[in-house]
Every structure is written in structure tokens, then in C-alpha cells.
Nanobody, 123 residues
Framework: QVQLVESGGGLVQPGGSLRLSCAAS????????MAWYRQAPVKERELVAS???????NYAESVKGRLTISRDNVKKTVYLQMSSLKLEDTAVYYC?????????????????WGQGTQVTVSS
């Protein structure tokens, strides 16, 4: 069983910054991809950023240049540094992973979700 715990959300003014963290624990042995998603009210969940085990990153067009994803493989933690925040960044942010389980199996991206962390950008 794999657990994901997100933290770091909060209320911030437009133009402000936040840093989100997500720690993976449980039976995951080696993490491959780590990613951040978000879901705004009445909208579908969308992929915001991802980072591979080798450090290659990918971003949604709407966040390029403002959000930066990084990871600490020892801590099994992924971060999302958010700056120049806009009203439309308001959402619940979720992390996700894929990788090898301790029993040799594979957990695909999107199969386990944490509780998310709320980011509200408001003046």
C-alpha cells in the first residue's frame, strides 16, 4: 500500500508564492515519475507538472515559468515551488507517483491519491 501526503497549501494574494510538498510512503520501493495535479471547482483534474527519475521536467503551458517541480529521492518527496500566483491557480493540488513496489509489482500513475492541499489565490 502506498500513501501520499500533500502539505503547504494556503491563502495567498495574487503575485505571491507558496511551496507545496508531498511525501510518499508505504510499499513503494523505487519511484519513477512524480507529478502534481490540480482540480479547481467544477473543473476536471489536470496535470500541472511532472518530473522523471532522471530529473526531466514537464509543465502545463499555463504554469510555465511560474511553477517549478523538484524532488528528493532519498526522502521520496516531491515539491512544487509556486510563484507569481494568479487567481486561476486556485485549486486543490494533488501529487502522484508511479514506480516499483517492494513486492516487485508496479504502481501506475493515477492509481493512488492523497487528500490534496488547498491553494487559494485571492486579494
Amino acid at each position: 500500500q502506498v500513501q501520499l501526503v500533500e502539505s503547504g497549501g494556503g491563502l495567498v494574494q495574487p503575485g505571491g508564492s507558496l511551496r507545496l510538498s508531498c511525501a510518499a510512503s508505504g510499499s513503494i520501493f523505487a519511484i519513477n515519475m512524480m507529478a502534481w495535479y490540480r482540480q479547481a471547482p467544477v473543473k476536471e483534474r489536470e496535470l500541472v507538472a511532472s518530473i522523471t527519475g532522471s530529473g526531466r521536467t514537464n509543465y502545463a503551458e499555463s504554469v510555465k515559468g511560474r511553477l517549478t517541480i523538484s524532488r528528493d529521492n532519498v526522502k521520496k518527496t516531491v515539491y512544487l515551488q509556486m510563484s507569481s500566483l494568479k487567481l486561476e491557480d486556485t485549486a486543490v493540488y494533488y501529487c502522484n507517483v508511479d514506480g516499483r513496489l517492494s513486492n516487485g509489482g508496479w504502481i501506475p500513475l493515477g492509481s493512488v491519491w492523497g487528500q490534496g492541499t488547498q491553494v487559494t489565490v485571492s486579494s
